[in-house]
């Protein structure tokens, strides 16, 4: 099994910065893939960026958060952060941590509420 803990969020004006935290316990050494995803009220719940946890570090974002967000992390504290830039009132969500382990099962967060004011 693995556990997820989130932090951050909050609220933030346009053009403002905020950074989440995703902090893993559990069977660690199974992760594959660790990201977010949100989900605005009414629409369904899209991926914004991931990362894998192995020594690649490839990482995938969604075009609309391009060249804003950037998603880490640190192995050492079994932990994924996401530092989100040029916030846009578009990006107001609750945004989920997930982590896809021994590949087949997939682990959530509690989500974390973004809200971006104009």
């Known amino acids: 099994q693995v556990q997820l803990v989130e932090s951050g969020g909050g609220l933030v004006q346009a053009g403002g910065s905020l950074r989440l935290s995703c902090a893993a316990s559990?069977?660690?050494?199974?992760?594959?893939?660790m990201g977010w995803y949100r989900q605005a009220p009414g629409k369904q719940r899209d991926l914004v960026a991931f990362i894998a946890i192995t020594s690649s570090g490839s990482t995938k974002y969604a075009d609309s958060v391009k060249g804003r967000f950037t998603i880490s992390r640190d192995n050492a504290k079994n932990t994924v952060l996401l530092q989100m830039n040029n916030l846009k009132p578009e990006d107001t969500a609750v945004y989920y941590c997930?982590?896809?382990?021994?590949?087949?099962?997939?682990?959530w967060g509690q989500g974390t509420q973004v809200t971006v004011s104009s």
């Open positions: 997930y982590a896809n382990w021994r590949t087949v099962f997939t682990s």
């Open positions: 559990g069977s660690i050494d199974s992760i594959n893939v």
